[in-house]
């Protein structure tokens, strides 16, 4: 068996992404791992060139300016990584994005034991999505729950944006993955940046969905009920990355009044709670 992992990466440095924790852990999964690697305004690429290992292939390329549909330039990113991919399973992370290393034996266990399984085609992780700390968890169907992020790599299929995969059959409309869950996490840190890299990451990120950033001037601005705390440990790899660039407080604004939004997933949070149905978006059919 083979594993591939994949990612890309621009100006990773500048908008505070913990990108080289991210792929040191795809490093300690995957026999090889592709890096597409946007022209930057930083050091990125500097940065990348001191990670020795040699399964690691870091891949230049060049953004289109032009294209401002939905996140579609991620999705040209994403697949420029993937489709260099040569293994039996292609894993995809985000720059933010980070695997525990008490979950890698697991999951090297899980892909083998589900290789000869043709029927499976990709596997679905939890999701931990930190909130203006370490200490503190975003949960709500406004929050994916879980996301496809290993798919047998000789299916063939494409992605519409950064998130998921759609297979392609017979050259007709795409469809979702049938996919299992595998009952690990994915640990999310794009929101605990610091402050000052969060709004230069809204600022360079919105023209990509064609729409002006959005004002962003602390994480206080949220609605409550979607906050617990977390009660695990973080991957060994994040300890400096979170002391020295993430936020170590969360203050909540006491004045904040709720968004329409805010206020529709509330209700889908009670109708969750007294039904038990997950009413969270799902780029999956999962298989019994």
């Not at 505070?16 to 930057?40: N, Q």
């Not at 230049?60 to 040209?76: F, I, S």
């Not at 489709?83 to 695997?99: P, R």
């Not at 440990?233 to 969360?250: F, G």
Request: glycine fraction near 6%; proline fraction near 6%.
């Amino acid at each position: 068996m083979k594993i591939s992992g994949f990612t890309f990466i621009r100006n990773g440095t500048l908008l505070g992404y913990p990108y080289l924790e991210s792929i040191h852990s795809l490093l300690s999964l995957c026999d090889e791992v592709i890096v597409a690697v946007g022209r930057s305004q930083d050091d990125t690429l500097e940065r990348l060139h001191t990670l020795t290992d040699p399964k690691l292939t870091l891949i230049p390329t060049t953004w289109n300016e032009t294209m401002k549909d939905r996140g579609y330039v991620y999705a040209q990113q994403k697949m420029i990584a993937q489709f260099n991919c040569t293994g039996d399973w292609a894993m995809y992370l985000e720059g933010d994005e980070v695997l525990h290393e008490q979950d890698i034996p697991h999951l090297k266990k899980y892909l083998q034991l589900e290789l000869p399984s043709t029927q499976v085609e990709a596997l679905v992780f939890d999701y931990y999505h930190f909130y203006g700390s370490p200490q503190w968890l975003a949960k709500s169907p406004g929050w994916y729950r879980r996301a496809p992020r290993i798919i047998r790599n000789n299916l063939r299929n494409y992605s519409p944006d950064g998130l998921f995969f759609v297979v392609m059959n017979k050259n007709k409309r795409g469809r979702y993955p049938k996919a299992k869950l595998l009952g690990l996490p994915i640990y999310h840190y794009g929101h605990v940046r610091k402050v000052t890299s969060m709004h230069l990451k809204i600022q360079q990120v919105s023209q990509y969905w064609g729409h002006a950033p959005f004002q962003f001037a602390h994480y206080g601005n949220i609605d409550p009920k979607v906050l617990f705390p977390f009660q695990g440990s973080h991957p060994v790899i994040m300890q400096n990355w979170l002391l020295n660039h993430a936020e170590s407080d969360l203050c909540l604004n006491p004045n904040y009044t709720l968004t329409s939004r805010e206020r529709r997933h509330r209700w889908m949070m009670k109708l969750e709670h007294l039904t038990g149905w997950d009413l969270s978006k799902k780029h999956y059919f999962l298989l019994k």
